[in-house]
T-cell receptor, first 115, second 114 residues
Framework: EPEVTQTPSHQVTQMGQEVILRCVPI?????FYWYRQILGQKVEFLVS????????KSEIFDDQFSVERPDGSNFTLKIRSTKLEDSAMYFC?????????????FGPGTRLTVL | GESVGLHLPTLSVQEGDNSIINCAYS??????FIWYKQESGKGPQFIID?????DKRQGQRVTVLLNKTVKHLSLQIAATQPGDSAVYFC?????????????FGTGTKLQVIP
């Protein structure tokens, strides 16, 4: 069964450093998403991406965040200058175009720890 | 404002019993409501969804009930198994021009006692 993959599984960084979280969505999917989950809290929407542009973003997704689909397979989330409060699990998701409620498939997540 | 929340943070059930996980929502404009299962160290996994114009939908061992009058959503798991132990999130899905936005609730931890 096809699945969304994410690398690395765990990223440790110093405050102020840039990080890039990588995702490989399911190959024939066209809609891509990033979510984050702070430890013990709910999953929060960050951004959705379609046709090489952001379709929607939340208030969390400020100027420190950016997304990119650099090639036909990867979807990345960049945090330019990490803050302590960016520590969280970051989930990538993708979906196809079969219907309005076509399921979003989530990756296993990247745990980001900012020291 | 819109919000999706859960009544119970932890639910313990005996193996073989039925489980009922509840959720309250406040945004009536949602197109679908979804239940996700999240096991430790993994991403959310889709379980079942229900369109906003339905009141019941059944899957394999799971049933979702939607009561729009009181803005309440529930997930029923029949014959709960140890593998069902996880955190369950309800979520609402809004469609806009082909784009989706999923808003998650806070989650209920289901503990299955063998």
């Amino acid at each position: 069964e096809p699945e969304v993959t994410q690398t690395p599984s765990h990223q440790v960084t110093q405050m102020g450093q840039e990080v890039i979280l990588r995702c490989v969505p399911i190959s024939n999917h066209l809609y891509f998403y990033w979510y984050r989950q702070i430890l013990g809290q709910k999953v929060e929407f960050l951004v959705s991406f379609y046709n090489n542009e952001i379709s929607e973003k939340s208030e969390i997704f400020d100027d420190q965040f950016s997304v990119e689909r650099p090639d036909g397979s990867n979807f990345t989330l960049k945090i330019r200058s990490t803050k302590l409060e960016d520590s969280a699990m970051y989930f990538c998701a993708s979906r196809g175009v079969e219907g309005a409620a076509d399921t979003q498939y989530f990756g296993p997540g990247t745990r980001l720890t900012v020291l | 404002g819109e919000s999706v929340g859960l009544h119970l943070p932890t639910l313990s059930v005996q193996e073989g019993d039925n489980s009922i996980i509840n959720c309250a929502y406040s945004n009536s404009a949602s197109d679908y409501f979804i239940w996700y299962k999240q096991e430790s160290g993994k991403g959310p996994q889709f379980i079942i969804d229900i369109r906003s114009n339905m009141d019941k939908r059944q899957g394999q061992r799971v049933t979702v009930l939607l009561n729009k009058t009181v803005k309440h959503l529930s997930l029923q798991i029949a014959a709960t198994q140890p593998g069902d132990s996880a955190v369950y999130f309800c979520a609402e899905l809004l469609n806009s021009g082909g784009y989706q936005k999923v808003t998650f609730g806070t989650g209920t931890k289901l503990q299955v006692i063998p």
